[in-house]
Each structure stands twice: as structure tokens, then as C-alpha cells.
């Protein structure tokens, strides 16, 4: 993959509704993180089948879809866990909330199913979700952005309020609405969605 070059953006596309001027950009919020890790059991292969049916914070319906759902509550997030072993920890917001987890579950298997041992092998983040709000009294002109960079920007009112911008040479895409919310995912660290 190419290395990325993040490019200005002109910030004089945000309406300022006060009079006095304010240089506040602001500054992205995580509020999801996705991420991927292995688990390795002793037998190779996890019945999600028995797994079901040992811990109570846990969801299986091999006809409706191939992983158990587990849900944790410290951190707070959910796991979808594969007999393969990989597991996928989404709604945590902070990469040591995904590792935490994916331990925590590591555990919870281990303390119910005494007959094999489960170590976690890797935890990967596959995609941060952010959120971020321009400041009070000022607005995104979204027409004027979409002008100024149609090339890297998809707009259609009339299908969604919001414009997609895909920055050049960046992992991120933002969902921009004219009353200043900002959405940005895409990114694999919380680099990515600082730049």
C-alpha cells in the first residue's frame, strides 16, 4: 500500500455565525473501535455450541449466523467469537479497552471450560470510528466544501445530508453535515484520526 500525504484543507468554508473569531478545530472523539484477535485452545477448534451454552452473556444461532455474540460489561463492549478462534471486539474506545477484552473473554472461556487452555494470540485494529463538532456558533457551508473539493467528495442532499470526503493519500473518510458534525472512520490509529 502507498504511503498517505494528508493535505490543508481551507478552513474558511466554516461559517462563523459570531463575531468574535475563533481558530478552535476540533478535536475528534473515539467512540468505536473495531478489532480482530486470534485465540488459540489446546484442541485447535472452539465449540461455540458448548461455549453457548456455559457462559450467560452469550448469544448462538449457528443457522442465523457463524460466531457466538458475548457481550462484556467491564470494558463494555461485544465479542463475535468463530470456532476458528478469531475473535472481533467492537464498541471499546481505547486499544487497551480491545486488548482488555479480548482477555477478559479469554478468561470467562478458560474459568467455564477448565478442559482446554485459551491464550490470546494477537489483537489488530481494524477501523476507529471518531466523532467531532465544529464550535458552538459556526456551521460547515457543505455546498462550498463540495465545490472546493468535488474531486474527493461525494454530495447528494437529496440522498443523504451529509458529504462524504475522502481525503487524497489518507485511510480516513469523514461524513461532514452542515450543522458541524463531523464523523470520521476509516482510520487503523488514533494518528490516523488526528491528521
Not at 17 to 32: G, L
Not at 47 to 53: G, P
Not at 167 to 189: D, R, Y
Amino acid at each position: 500500500m502507498r504511503k498517505r500525504r494528508y493535505i490543508p484543507l481551507d478552513l474558511s468554508l466554516v461559517d462563523d455565525e459570531d463575531t468574535e473569531e475563533s481558530a478552535d478545530f476540533p478535536v475528534p472523539v473515539c467512540h468505536n473501535i473495531v478489532s480482530t484477535s486470534q485465540i488459540q485452545c489446546t484442541s485447535g477448534h472452539i465449540d461455540l455450541q458448548r461455549v453457548s451454552l456455559l457462559l450467560p452473556n452469550s448469544r448462538y444461532d449457528r443457522k442465523r449466523f457463524a460466531a457466538i455474540t458475548i457481550r462484556i460489561s467491564d470494558p463494555t463492549c461485544t465479542g463475535l467469537l468463530f470456532s476458528s478462534g478469531k475473535l472481533v471486539i467492537t464498541g471499546s474506545i481505547s486499544m487497551y479497552a480491545c486488548i482488555l477484552a479480548a482477555h477478559t473473554i479469554s478468561q470467562l472461556l478458560r474459568e467455564n471450560d477448565s478442559s482446554q487452555d485459551f491464550q490470546i494470540i494477537s489483537c489488530v485494529v481494524q477501523n476507529i470510528v471518531a466523532h467531532a463538532e465544529v464550535p458552538p456558533g459556526k456551521r460547515v457551508d457543505v455546498d462550498s466544501f463540495y465545490k472546493a473539493y468535488c474531486e474527493y467528495a461525494t454530495y447528494q442532499k437529496n440522498v443523504f445530508p451529509g458529504l462524504v470526503f475522502r481525503p487524497p493519500e489518507s485511510p480516513i473518510v469523514l461524513l461532514i453535515f452542515a450543522s458541524g458534525k463531523i464523523v470520521c472512520t476509516g482510520g487503523k490509529s488514533c494518528e490516523d484520526i488526528q491528521n
